[in-house]
C-alpha cells in the first residue's frame, strides 16, 4: 500500500509564495508519474500539475503555468510544487497523487492516479 503525506501548506498573502512537499512510501515511486490537483469549496477537484517518472516531462494547468513549478527528488521519494505569485483563486486543499504510469500524458484521466494524499490546505489572502 503506497502512501503519500503532503506538508508545506498554510496562509499566505496575495503574491507570496509557498513550496508543497509530498512524500512517498513504497518502492515504484522512481518509475511512476506524480500528480498535484486541488479542490476549493464547493468545487470540483481540479488538475494542477504532473511529472513524469525521470523529472523530465512536466504538465501544467492554464490556471497555474508560469507560476508554479512541479518537481522531484527520486532519491528522497519526494515530489513538490514551489507556488509563485499566489492569487486568493489558488485558495484550495491540495493533494498530491501517485500515478499507475510512468508518464503522464495532458487528458489523462484521473483514474490513472491510484494513490492519494490526505491534502494540505492552501490559504492565499488579498
Known amino acids: 500500500q503506497v502512501q503519500l503525506v503532503e506538508s508545506g501548506g498554510g496562509s499566505v498573502q496575495a503574491g507570496g509564495s509557498l513550496r508543497l512537499s509530498c512524500v512517498c512510501s513504497g518502492d515504484i515511486f522512481e518509475n511512476r508519474a506524480v500528480g498535484w490537483f486541488r479542490q476549493a469549496p464547493g468545487k470540483e477537484r481540479e488538475f494542477v500539475a504532473a511529472?513524469?517518472?525521470?523529472?523530465?516531462?512536466?504538465y501544467y494547468a492554464d490556471s497555474v503555468k508560469g507560476r508554479f513549478t512541479i518537481s522531484r527528488d527520486n532519491g528522497k521519494n519526494t515530489a513538490y510544487l514551489q507556488m509563485n505569485s499566489l492569487k486568493p483563486e489558488d485558495t484550495a486543499v491540495y493533494y498530491c497523487a501517485q500515478s499507475n504510469w510512468r508518464e503522464y500524458y495532458t487528458g489523462a484521466p484521473v483514474s490513472d492516479f491510484v494513490s492519494w494524499g490526505q491534502g494540505t490546505q492552501v490559504t492565499v489572502f488579498s
Open positions: 511529472i513524469g517518472y525521470n523529472g523530465e516531462n512536466t
